[in-house]
Each structure stands twice: as structure tokens, then as C-alpha cells.
């Protein structure tokens, strides 16, 4: 796994940066992993206002996504931050939902008893951008 991808990793939330209606910046909070070189999540069970979401309306549009991680500290020297940018797209492989699914699980304990319903998304990485204090 490529570093700035096991950095993006150790973090537990991030926020998908999505293209929104009329080209402005939809961004929203996820629970994602890391798989390989890629990065997955899904839409689980937490309370939502629709099951038909904007991140999701807006990927049928255009897919381009960005995925920030920041990472923060009282010492200011430990801060840094990994922004994954590629495309974003919808699982349809049963076995890559499966993998996603694992991987979610493995990351989030509270997935192992109550697995997202889904769907699942996948992001090909194209360009990583990192900065870290020191």
C-alpha cells in the first residue's frame, strides 16, 4: 500500500468532496478502507433524510471525488493531511461488495454487527497530495 494511503488509512473518518449541482463542492463525512489502491465505502445505517443522497446523485453526474484525511494534535508538529483525488463509482461485483464489506467490517467494529446495507463505492486513486509539519 502506497504510504500516503496507509496514512489515509490510520484515520477513522473522511470527508468525500463530490462535484454538486452546478459545479460547486458537495462535501460529506465517511467511514471508508483502504483496499489495495484503492478506496471503499458504503452507505450504512445511520440516520439519513433519503435514501437517494446527494454524494450519490452527484457521482451519477460527474465522479470525480476527493478524499481528505486530517489528521490533528496539541504539538502542532504531528499535523498532517493526504487528499486522495480520482473516480468514484458504484460496486456491482458481488465479490467486490464482499471485499468492501470486509474490509469496512475490519475497520469498524460496529459494521460486524450491523453491516451497511449499501450500496458500496469504490475510488480509483489517480493523484495523492500530502503535507505533513515535519
Known amino acids: ?11 477513522p473518518v473522511a470527508t468525500l468532496a463530490t462535484v454538486g449541482a452546478g459545479g460547486l463542492p458537495h462535501l460529506v463525512p465517511i467511514t471508508f478502507a483502504v483496499v489495495a489502491d484503492t478506496i471503499v465505502w458504503a452507505v450504512d445505517h445511520k440516520p439519513k433524510s433519503t435514501t437517494r ?9 460527474d465522479p470525480r471525488v476527493s478524499v481528505l484525511v ?26 467486490e461488495t464482499a ?26 486513486v489517480d493523484r495523492m497530495v500530502e503535507w505533513a509539519a515535519s
Open 99 to 124: 471485499a468492501a464489506l470486509r474490509a469496512l467490517q475490519a475497520k469498524y467494529p460496529a459494521y460486524r454487527t450491523r453491516p451497511p446495507d449499501g450500496p458500496f463505492f469504490v475510488v480509483t
Open 1 to 11: 500500500m502506497p504510504h500516503g494511503l496507509e496514512r489515509l488509512d490510520s484515520e
Open 70 to 95: 486530517s489528521h490533528y494534535e496539541e504539538d502542532w508538529t504531528g499535523l498532517w493531511w493526504v487528499r486522495a483525488e480520482g473516480t468514484c463509482q458504484m460496486i456491482d461485483d458481488p465479490s
Open 53 to 61: 443522497l446527494a454524494r450519490i446523485r452527484n457521482l451519477d453526474r
